[in-house]
């Protein structure tokens, strides 16, 4: 996984970034309706809230540098422990990913595509991101540095102009118009939703640095979208207001089309559709990245099309068979709710477990 060298600052934050831009762009409206006009600074605590457990990873991974969490788990705790959280990581990543796959073909043909069939829409986007991936995690790395920036101008590009006319400041304050035992499920929620990018970190440590500068790369990789999303929220609150903006389905995109400015300005949905497809493309190709690593080590396999294969069709055979939009979002709600950040717990507290019995097996060999 490293015999290419090792990603650059700037790829690792890039990647971090991508990693983190997941299901939480469709399911912050479910944070949204629960936070009431506090839910933009509940979803940027809750973001903030992995830099944490991100920072766990990064140390655990310097017990075996060049290595995965998975390699790290396999040489403390031994194979059969290793494999069986592999397995469980599949599962759990398939049905990220699977979230993802239907929330935005879903989109594709509700604003642009409604009489192409989803298999075909489904079916381009698991190719191409699967022959991305066949590049290797640095071509990726590269890729994704790309869609970050053409992700992140397109989203400026469309909302911004909305200060001038349509944004409304009193629909978003007072901000703080919830109780206490609300705004913390929006902040667990988004923390548990946005907790994906740590399973991505997981596989991605064996190909970076351990330096000082490389871990700030993840945490300002975290931190800028932290920033991004909940200004997306302000935004899109300040256009509509929250009330409404938790009732409408694709709300980017829905909010993007209310911007106008005489006759001049308008149609600005079409720069935020692009934005919710680089971000697609992005995610699901460190998806289908995820399952490939998984696969080989699972296996004990090589690199090659057989494992790629089969880890693109574990993603789009089941989103095929779900194709529902709704389906996606509420089952993305219930996976950041219960499920990504309590797993994410037990894998590291297993590798801690793994890298003290390492460290006392090479204190004993001395």
């Known amino acids: 996984m490293n015999n290419q060298g090792k990603l650059t600052h700037g790829q690792t934050a890039c ?29 940027l605590i809750g973001v903030l809230l992995n830099i944490p457990f991100a920072m766990w990873i990064l140390s655990l991974a310097k017990s075996l540098p060049g290595k995965t969490i998975f390699d790290l788990l396999e040489t403390g705790l031994g194979k059969f422990v ?41 079916l381009f986007f698991v190719f191409l991101c699967t022959i991305f991936v066949r590049s290797g995690i640095f071509t990726l790395g590269r890729l994704i540095q790309v869609l970050v920036v053409l992700y992140t101008l397109n989203f400026f590009l469309g909302y911004s102009v909305s200060f001038i006319k349509t944004f409304k400041l009193e629909y978003v304050l007072p901000i703080f118009d919830t109780s206490v035992l609300s705004f913390a499920k929006g902040v667990i929620i988004t923390a548990g939703t946005v907790a994906e990018s740590l399973m991505f970190l997981m596989l991605m440590v064996g190909s970076i640095s351990h330096t000082a500068k490389q871990h700030r790369s993840v945490k ?13 929220i302000i935004i899109m609150e300040g256009d509509m207001g929250h009330e409404m903006l938790y009732r409408v389905a694709q709300a980017g995109v829905t909010v993007a089309r209310i911007i106008e400015i005489n006759s001049f300005v308008r149609g600005l949905e079409i720069l935020i559709l692009m934005t919710y497809q680089y971000l697609a493309i992005a995610k699901i190709t460190i998806y289908i990245y995820c399952n490939d690593e998984s696969l080989i080590k699972l296996f004990n396999i090589k690199k090659g099309w057989l494992p790629l ?22 089952f993305s709600v219930f996976l950041g709710s219960y499920v990504i950040l309590p797993f994410v717990l037990l894998v590291l507290i297993l590798a801690s477990v793994s890298a003290l019995r390492i460290r006392k097996r090479n204190e004993a060999a001395k």
Do not use: D, H, Q
């Open 15 to 43: 990647l971090t970034y991508a990693s983190a831009v997941g299901n939480i762009v469709y399911s912050f409206t479910f944070v949204t309706s629960i936070a009431g006009r506090a839910s933009w600074v509940a979803v």
């Open 82 to 122: 290793c494999k069986l959280i592999i397995l469980f990581y599949l599962l759990v990543n398939v049905a990220i990913a699977v979230c993802m796959m239907n929330m935005s073909t879903g989109m594709i043909r509700v604003f642009f595509l409604p009489e192409t069939p989803t298999l075909i829409i489904m």
């Open 220 to 232: 300002r990789g975290i931190f800028i979208w932290s920033l991004v999303l909940s200004f997306a």
């Open 309 to 330: 294969t089969a880890a693109a069709l574990l993603i789009f055979a089941p989103s095929v068979w779900i194709n529902s939009l709704n389906a996606g979002y509420y």
